[in-house]
C-alpha cells in the first residue's frame, strides 16, 4: 500500500516503485497483468482499469486484463481497433485524455459503466503499437502530466511482459513447426540402412535447412537434402514449403531434374525473392545405382568397401530461384556399390569463418567409411560439428546393407 502521509516527492516515488517493482517478474503473465492493474488503481485512485492488446490480423483489441469494467469485459473480449479511446490511442501513438465522455460515446457502451474521465496510453514495441492500458474515473477528474507518466511505465511494464510471452511463443511455435517438417523417424525402406542430425545454427532453433527421405510409387527411393537462403523462422517457412512440393512433384516426375525444374518454377512465382540449394537423388529398387541432380548443392561422399571415400564429381545446376532463364537441369546416373554409404549435408557442417571449404571437404570425406548409417552420422558430428557454428547443419546418410531386391 502507498504511504499517503508521504511527501509529494517521496509518494511519487513509491508510486513509481509500486508499478515498476522487480517481483512482479516472478509473476506469469497473466498474474502480472491482473497485479498491474490492480496498482495502477491504487496509485492512480482510479475505478476501472484494462489492457487491450493488439491483434493485427483481424484488426480488434482484445482484451489482456480488466478490473472494474462490466461482466461483459473479460479476457478475451474485442473490439474493432478504430472505436473509442483505445483507436485513438493506436492511431496518434501518445496518451490521450478525456476529462469529459460523452454518456452515449463508444467508450461508454464498450466499458460497460458510466466513466466519466478516462486516459489511455499506448504499449510500445519497436516503434509499433502493441495494445494500450485505459484507466476511467467514475466521477470528474483533471489527469495531470504525473499521471500520465505512471501509467506510461505501466505501460512500459506491460508491454516487455507481453514480448517476452509472445517470443516464447513464437519460439514454441517454431520448434514445433521445425519438428513436423524433419522426420522424427526415417521410413524402413528394404536394401537401406539410414540416419540423419538436424542441429541449429541459431537461438531460434530453426532454419531453413532440410532433409528427407520416402518411397515412390515405383519403388525407388528418393532423398533430399536442402538449404533456404536465411535464417529462423521465414525460412523454415519457406522450407516447409519446398519441401511438400518437391514429394509432390516427385510423383510425377521420371527423373530428379525434371522434379528440381517444376520446384524453381515454383520458387519463381510463388516464393519471389527466395534462394535454395537442393540436392535431390532417388535410389534404385534393387539399390544399385542411384542418380542425382544438384541445385547449388554440394556433391555427396560416397565410400565403398575397399577404397577411400570420395566427393563425387557431378554437375552442378544453378540454385533454385536464381533466374527465369536458366539452362535445363541435369541428373547423374551414379553406382551404389554394396554395403556403401552415400552422405549428404549442407554447407553449415564444412564451413568456417577464416578457412578455406576444402579444408572442410577433406575433413569430412576422412571421416567416412563404408559402415552403417548410425555410426557414420555419429562420427561425422564428433569430427566436425564439436564447435558451435553460426549457420544450421543438415546430415543425412543412406547405407545399403547387401541385400539385393528382385
Not at 24 to 39: A, F, K, P
Not at 205 to 220: E, N, R
Not at 284 to 308: F, I, Y
Not at 375 to 399: G, N, P, S, Y
Request: hydrophobic share 45%; aromatic share 4%; proline share 6%.
Amino acid at each position: 500500500m502507498i504511504d499517503v502521509q508521504a511527501s509529494g516527492s517521496d509518494e511519487r516515488l513509491r508510486s513509481i516503485e509500486f508499478v515498476t517493482d522487480a517481483a512482479l517478474s516472478q509473476l506469469g503473465v497473466t498474474d502480472l497483468l491482473e497485479e498491474l492493474l490492480d496498482r495502477v488503481r491504487e496509485v492512480l485512485g482510479v475505478e476501472t482499469a484494462e489492457i487491450l492488446l493488439l491483434d493485427v490480423h483481424a484488426q480488434q483489441f482484445v482484451t489482456a486484463a480488466s478490473k472494474g469494467l462490466g461482466e461483459d469485459v473479460r479476457p478475451g473480449s474485442r473490439i474493432p481497433v478504430g472505436r473509442g479511446l483505445a483507436g485513438r490511442v493506436a492511431q496518434e501513438m501518445q496518451p490521450v485524455i478525456l476529462d469529459e465522455v460523452a454518456a452515449d460515446s463508444d467508450d461508454q457502451i464498450l466499458s460497460g459503466r458510466q466513466a466519466r474521465a478516462l486516459l489511455g496510453v499506448p504499449m510500445l514495441a519497436g516503434g509499433e503499437v502493441i495494445g494500450v492500458i485505459l484507466v476511467g474515473c467514475d466521477r470528474p477528474r483533471r489527469y495531470t502530466g504525473a499521471d500520465v507518466q505512471l501509467l506510461q511505465l505501466a505501460a512500459d511494464r506491460a508491454s516487455l511482459a507481453t514480448r517476452t510471452q509472445a517470443s516464447g511463443l513464437d519460439r514454441t511455435a517454431a520448434l514445433a513447426l521445425q519438428r513436423s517438417l524433419l522426420p522424427t523417424h526415417l521410413p524402413q525402406a528394404p536394401g537401406v540402412d539410414m540416419a540423419a542430425r538436424y542441429v541449429p545454427g541459431h537461438d531460434a532453433g530453426v532454419g531453413g535447412d532440410w532433409y528427407d527421405v520416402f518411397t515412390l510409387p515405383s519403388g525407388w527411393l528418393g532423398v533430399v537434402i536442402g538449404d533456404v537462403s536465411g535464417h529462423g523462422l521465414p525460412a523454415a517457412v519457406v522450407m516447409g514449403r519446398l519441401r511438400s512440393a518437391l514429394r509432390a512433384y516427385a510423383l510425377v516426375c521420371d527423373d530428379p531434374a525434371s522434379a528440381l525444374t517444376l520446384l524453381d518454377r515454383k520458387i519463381h512465382h510463388f516464393e519471389t525473392g527466395n534462394l535454395a540449394t537442393v540436392l535431390y537423388a532417388v535410389i534404385s529398387p534393387d539399390r544399385t545405382t542411384m542418380q542425382v541432380s544438384l541445385a547449388g548443392h554440394l556433391s555427396p561422399v560416397l565410400a565403398a568397401p575397399g577404397r577411400p571415400a570420395e566427393i563425387l564429381t557431378l554437375p552442378v545446376d544453378l540454385p533454385l530461384g536464381v533466374g527465369p532463364r536458366q539452362p535445363a537441369r541435369r541428373y547423374t546416373e551414379v553406382a551404389f556399390p554394396s554395403d556403401a554409404v552415400l552422405v549428404c549435408y549442407t554447407d553449415g557442417l564444412i564451413e568456417r569463418r577464416g578457412e578455406v571449404i576444402d579444408v572442410g571437404m577433406d575433413r569430412l570425406r576422412a571421416a567416412v567409411e563404408p559402415v552403417p548409417a548410425e555410426t557414420v552420422c555419429a562420427r561425422i558430428m564428433t569430427t566436425l560439428a564439436a564447435e558451435q557454428t553460426t549457420d544450421d547443419i543438415a546430415l543425412l546418410a543412406i547405407h545399403t546393407t547387401g541385400r539385393r531386391l528382385s
